[in-house]
């Protein structure tokens, strides 16, 4: 029986050879790294729209970034597919002492506890005193924004830094829009997009409390913002009639029908 992951790596040491394909010898792990988080990106689209095929075809995406990621770095260090798994299985083990060690964890917050444990003793091997560190994770600059403003504020909770009831949260939300109207009416730019900012992180607090992943919300907005588009484009088409002479009445009733008919 063939063993399609050795295929895979095998196929990627040739692309790279001597001899391979110029477009994947010219590539640096940094090029890579960001082809590997647009297919994350594709693949949390295809989950989302539920899309068996997709997410095989992603997840093979995925997994061939992540190999051809480490077929670069082995060509200057000394490290392996092999090297790779073992280093990530020895972590996974590692940090569920509950399941493969005798310790107990019954509940996620439990389990949670733990893992948050073991990566302090983890800092501190590295010489690194987490105490001394901040209760916000540290994450890339490349984070999606919404994401890391849902995690700053979890993070904060968890300190106690949080509203002890949603009211608090919308009070918040509305005194954040209101400093962005009063903004707008200065016209300073400046401050514009600063109470812009100060507003969408009001926004995300209110998802957070309600336990939905702003940027997941946004996602399939654009999803459906992108579908009902396509068919108001579709109608006037159909209409030989011009969006851009049309108006905004005859634009609107296009785009009630186009929500109806995808409701």
């Not at 999803?223 to 011009?242: M, N, Q």
Request: hydrophobic fraction near 35%; charged fraction near 30%; include cysteine.
């Amino acid at each position: 029986m063939p063993n399609h992951f050795e295929e895979l790596l095998a196929t990627i040491s040739t692309l790279r050879a001597p001899g391979g394909c110029p477009w994947d010898q010219k590539q640096t792990i940094h090029d890579a790294a960001r082809y590997l988080m647009d297919e994350a990106a594709e693949l949390v689209d295809a989950t989302g729209a539920e899309d068996t095929p997709g997410t095989r075809e992603e997840l093979a995406d995925l997994l061939f970034m992540t190999c051809f990621c480490t077929e670069i770095l082995g060509e200057s260090e000394q490290v392996t597919m092999q090297d790779i798994a073992r280093e990530g299985n020895a972590k996974l083990i590692r940090r569920h002492p509950h399941v493969f060690g005798d310790t107990e964890a019954r509940t996620t917050g439990e389990s949670q506890e733990q893992w948050n444990a073991i990566k302090r003793e983890e800092k501190r091997a590295k010489g690194i005193d987490p105490d001394k560190e901040s209760a916000l994770k540290d994450m890339p600059s490349s984070t999606a924004p919404l994401h890391q403003a849902y995690t700053y504020q979890d993070d904060a909770a968890d300190c106690g830094f949080d509203w002890p009831e949603i009211e608090g949260v919308w009070a918040k939300f509305n005194e954040e829009l209101t400093e962005f109207k009063d903004a707008i009416e200065d016209g300073d730019p400046k401050a514009i997009q600063h109470e812009l900012g100060d507003l969408l992180f009001s926004i995300v607090n209110l998802a957070r409390w309600h336990k939905i992943q702003p940027d997941i919300a946004l996602r399939k907005a654009n999803t459906r913002f992108r579908s009902r588009f396509h068919l108001v484009e579709e109608d006037f088409k159909t209409r030989g009639a011009d969006m851009k002479e049309a108006g905004i009445e005859a634009l609107e009733a296009s785009w009630q029908e186009a929500k109806r008919r995808l409701s």
